[in-house]
């Protein structure tokens, strides 16, 4: 499939700029599907002939004013009516990494969700090729390296992800990791026990939600049962001190997600969230936007969000970032961890 795509070259950051930009990260903890901008959705939804129940870009955005984990997941699957063709997913995932390159983000990991198109009639396939022809291009078009997280959907059944691994077979080539996301509670870690050891005897690496809405022992499960090597979120870990210990003991990475967090109800206020306690502890913490479309912001949005509610100093916002870099899946390319890291200490704040 070719279509025209007008390429415009980001400016590339030397030692010798003179206004210091956002500081270099990456984004570890970022569901593709929750980058749809309402814009977005509406020349999706023209193009493919999709009327959406919302009469225009503000009735759509008021919509997104979320109770909970579930009221969110349920506007976040509907408008997924949206996504089509390959050129969707590839529209997509390229129109966020030219935000996230403007925000000083280097490096994405991205989740996508294949159960939530494929229920819909859209192949695997379709979603794959798309998203990876943008993230290939990532670097050349927006200077950001990439990987592919396929995450399992955990409030549908244990059969249906080994059957999504299945599909996905052809395409691994594309994908770095699997992951396990959407609604939480009653759906523990455990329920995917043998999806997981299938997929780490592919040779892919392993990562999940726990303890956002769920309790610490479902992060206990993730690293016990699954063997994950980062959790996402893993927020509740805070109310288990022998848990605390051990993730810090194990230099386990948590992708923290506060703007999400404010959203879908977590904490009351940024304020409240336990970010900078969790630094002091030791806990390797990044900062992450989640679904940043409906929760109010990108990477940078995030970092300035708790640089401001939290008062964190410019040593807490550089170690959120180095420990962006020491937690990303480049184990394959240290010496581009090694140059990300060397930017992260050299930056200067503004
Ligand atoms: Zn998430």
Same mark, same amino acid.
């Given at each position: 499939?070719?279509?025209?795509?007008?390429?415009?070259?980001?400016?590339?950051?030397?030692?010798?700029?003179?206004?210091?930009?956002?500081?270099?990260?990456?984004?570890?903890?970022?569901?593709?599907?929750?980058?749809?901008?309402?814009?977005?959705?509406?020349?999706?939804?023209?193009?493919?002939?999709?009327?959406?129940?919302?009469?225009?870009?503000?009735?759509?955005?008021?919509?997104?004013?979320?109770?909970?984990?579930?009221?969110?997941?349920?506007?976040?699957?509907?408008?997924?009516?949206?996504?089509?063709?390959?050129?969707?997913?590839?529209?997509?995932?390229? *129109?966020?990494?030219?935000?996230?390159?403007?925000?000083?983000?280097?490096?994405?990991?991205?989740?996508?969700?294949?159960? *939530?198109?494929?229920?819909?009639?859209?192949? &695997?396939?379709?979603?794959?090729?798309?998203?990876?022809?943008?993230?290939?291009?990532?670097?050349?078009?927006?200077? &950001?390296?990439?990987?592919?997280?396929?995450?399992?959907?955990?409030?549908?059944?244990?059969?249906?992800?080994?059957?999504?691994?299945?599909?996905?077979?052809?395409?691994?080539?594309?994908?770095?990791?699997?992951?396990?996301?959407? *609604?939480?509670?009653?759906?523990?870690?455990?329920?995917?026990?043998?999806?997981?050891?299938?997929?780490?005897?592919?040779?892919?690496?392993?990562?999940?939600?726990?303890?956002?809405?769920?309790?610490?022992?479902?992060?206990? @499960?993730?690293?016990?049962?699954?063997?994950?090597?980062? &959790?996402?979120?893993?927020?509740?870990?805070?109310?288990?001190?022998?848990?605390?210990?051990?993730?810090?003991? @194990?230099?386990?990475?948590?992708?923290?997600?506060?703007?999400?967090?404010?959203?879908?109800?977590?904490?009351?206020?940024?304020?409240?969230?336990?970010?900078?306690?969790?630094?002091?502890?030791?806990?390797?913490?990044?900062?992450?936007?989640?679904?940043?479309?409906?929760?109010?912001?990108?990477?940078?949005?995030?970092?300035?969000?708790?640089?401001?509610?939290?008062?964190?100093?410019?040593?807490?916002?550089?170690?959120?970032?180095?420990?962006?870099?020491?937690? *990303?899946?480049?184990?394959?390319?240290? @010496?581009?961890?090694?140059?990300?890291?060397?930017?992260?200490?050299?930056?200067?704040?503004?």
């Amino acid at each position: 499939m070719s279509h025209t795509v007008s390429v415009s070259p980001h400016p590339s950051p030397t030692a010798s700029s003179t206004a210091p930009g956002p500081v270099p990260k990456a984004e570890l903890h970022l569901h593709i599907e929750g980058t749809l901008e309402p814009a977005q959705a509406f020349a999706f939804a023209a193009r493919n002939g999709i009327t959406l129940p919302y009469a225009d870009e503000a009735e759509l955005t008021a919509a997104y004013a979320f109770e909970d984990l579930q009221s969110f997941l349920d506007l976040y699957y509907a408008l997924m009516a949206v996504l089509r063709t390959e050129r969707d997913f590839f529209e997509l995932a390229d *129109a966020y990494l030219a935000r996230a390159a403007e925000q000083g983000v280097r490096h994405a990991e991205i989740f996508f969700d294949p159960q *939530a198109h494929t229920c819909r009639g859209v192949p &695997i396939g379709t979603v794959i090729e798309g998203l990876s022809r943008a993230l290939a291009a990532g670097e050349e078009r927006h200077g &950001i390296s990439t990987r592919l997280i396929l995450c399992f959907l955990r409030d549908q059944s244990a059969e249906s992800a080994l059957q999504t691994l299945e599909e996905a077979r052809p395409y691994l080539d594309r994908i770095t990791a699997v992951g396990l996301d959407s *609604a939480e509670v009653g759906h523990p870690p455990s329920k995917f026990r043998e999806v997981f050891a299938a997929a780490e005897a592919l040779g892919l690496r392993k990562v999940a939600h726990a303890g956002e809405e769920g309790p610490p022992a479902y992060i206990v @499960e993730a690293l016990d049962v699954l063997g994950v090597e980062r &959790i996402d979120h893993g927020l509740r870990c805070v109310e288990d001190p022998a848990l605390v210990e051990r993730l810090v003991r @194990e230099r386990m990475p948590l992708t923290l997600c506060p703007l999400s967090n404010v959203r879908l109800r977590a904490v009351d206020t940024l304020a409240d969230h336990p970010l900078p306690g969790m630094l002091r502890a030791g806990l390797m913490a990044t900062v992450n936007s989640d679904d940043p479309a409906y929760f109010g912001g990108y990477a940078g949005e995030n970092f300035d969000a708790v640089r401001d509610a939290l008062a964190l100093g410019e040593e807490e916002l550089r170690t959120l970032a180095r420990n962006s870099f020491l937690a *990303a899946f480049l184990d394959d390319d240290e @010496e581009r961890r090694a140059r990300y890291l060397a930017e992260v200490e050299s930056h200067t704040f503004g």
